[in-house]
């Protein structure tokens, strides 16, 4: 996919701005739902891409779990 330069963002912008923007994607949502939810599963798989870390966390569930368990069952107000 080509890079998207700030002026072709710009371009793209103005362009929905000037078809109508938001009221232009109600329309195309209510007229065409299979085209509205293809531009929308593009527009979230690129967030989702987007906001994938770069670090792995590990997790020991069962430590976890014993460590919520064990807050559970303290008389309330303790921690």
Wanted: aromatic share 6%.
């Amino acid at each position: 996919m080509a890079k998207l330069t700030p002026e072709i963002l710009d371009g793209i912008g103005a362009a929905f701005e000037k078809v109508g923007g938001v009221d232009y994607l109600t329309e195309i949502a209510l007229r065409d739902p299979p085209i509205f939810f293809l531009l929308l599963g593009k527009l979230l798989q690129a967030e989702v891409k987007a906001a994938q870390p770069n670090t792995t966390n590990t997790l020991n569930l069962g430590k976890e779990m014993a460590a919520a368990e064990a807050r559970l069952t303290q008389p309330s107000g303790k921690k």
